[in-house]
């Protein structure tokens, strides 16, 4: 099945996920995760982010760093956060790479989304 695969770079759990809302009040300049800098807020996903994804064309995954090697061991050791382009065998693409999304906003990452979705769908 076709899909887009979201990668924080995060690890995953509730406490990580404390420690990362910590952070991002903290120091927000710091904090590594830009996916998750950007679509969340505090404690949960930004609404506008949230109706956004119900709108794509293509079902939505998301994996956390920690993951990556037993789900997808082909990206570890890719620069995160990114959005990755799965197709039906597995195989997987870069949508969106870490230094693509680190100058973007929320707007502009659902325009780029958008954009690269058009491109290849």
């Known amino acids: 099945m076709r899909q887009l695969l979201f990668v924080y ?3 995953s759990g509730p406490g990580h996920a404390l420690l990362d809302s910590l952070h991002k009040v903290v120091s927000p300049g710091t904090y590594p995760c830009k996916l998750c800098g950007l679509t969340y807020g505090l404690t949960s996903m930004r609404a ?3 109706q ?3 709108t794509l064309p293509l079902p939505a995954r998301f994996v956390y760093r920690d993951e990556l ?3 997808y ?3 570890v050791g890719q ?3 990114a959005i990755f382009l799965e197709d039906e065998a597995g195989r997987v693409e870069p949508l969106i790479t ?4 680190q100058p973007l906003d929320l707007a502009g990452l659902m325009a780029l989304l958008r954009q690269r979705l058009g491109a290849v769908i």
Do not use: I, R
Request: no cysteine.
């Open 9 to 11: 770079n995060a690890t």
């Open 52 to 54: 956004f994804l119900q």
């Open 98 to 101: 870490a230094a693509e999304m």
């Open 73 to 75: 061991p082909a990206l």
């Open 79 to 81: 620069a995160l956060s």
């Open 48 to 50: 506008e982010w949230k």
């Open 69 to 71: 090697p037993a789900a």
